[in-house]
């Protein structure tokens, strides 16, 4: 009878200032064998909450499925120091799935990265090496149509301040270069996307720029 696994591993420490590789967008792949229907799913994460919210959002979507199954790696921790790997059978019989899955993002050393294969049975066993085969051959054409591109790590900041500071904190962001969204309420907030090697000399500018009334979180 076929058994669910799930892996887990915290793997070594990390450069949180080295450039690592990830998925440009997401993709999708479908590939049918002697019936049954393998749908790869891949997307870029920002982290272990975004994973699994993915993986739950595809799993709802084909929750008509046999199985979908999970793999990612993503960084993980305060100061993103470590690489967190996770994947799931399914269901399937044990190491048939969710390992080829996770062994295609590692070959391939995807990190902030995750792929759902979704199956519908059609009938006829694969056996483990079909299996593997498919869940591997799927997977690769899922990152494929999603594209890959080398980045830094990045954190996320939220930065507060009165409308008067607004648009001073709107040109210190604009000249950093940074990706940001500002929301305009009582206060104005600012979403900031910034590298982790960029981030206190940014907080600093901000800090500097209005005189310390900036609250960051």
Do not use: W
């Not at 080295?18 to 982290?47: C, D, M, N, W």
């Not at 993503?74 to 062994?103: C, F, I, M, Q």
């Not at 593997?132 to 990152?143: K, L």
Request: proline residues 3%; glycine residues 10%.
């Amino acid at each position: 009878m076929a058994r669910d696994t799930h892996s887990c591993c915290d793997c070594n420490s990390m450069d949180t200032t080295k450039a690592y590789r990830t998925l440009a967008g997401r993709g999708t792949a479908v590939v049918s064998i002697q019936g049954s229907e393998f749908i790869g799913h891949a997307s870029p994460v920002t982290g272990q909450v975004a994973a699994e919210t993915f993986v739950e959002t595809i799993r709802e979507n084909h929750s008509d499925a046999t199985h979908n199954v999970p793999a990612y790696r993503v960084h993980t921790g305060t100061e993103r120091r470590l690489l967190r790997e996770y994947s799931s059978d399914d269901g399937e019989p044990s190491g048939s799935a969710g390992k080829p899955v996770l062994n295609v993002l590692q070959g391939q050393e995807l990190e902030n990265a995750a792929v759902v294969v979704t199956r519908h049975f059609g009938g006829t066993e694969l056996g483990v090496g079909g299996l593997v085969r498919a869940y591997s051959r799927v997977t690769t054409q899922a990152i494929d149509a999603a594209g890959t591109i080398d980045t830094v790590p990045h954190e996320e900041l939220l930065v507060t301040v009165d409308y008067d500071d607004s648009g001073t904190v709107r040109g210190t962001l604009e000249s950093a270069g940074v990706e940001f969204e500002a929301t305009y309420e009582e206060q104005v907030a600012f979403d900031v996307r910034v590298p982790v090697a960029d981030s206190d000399d940014l907080c600093d500018r901000l800090q500097s720029a209005t005189s310390g009334r900036a609250k960051i979180d």
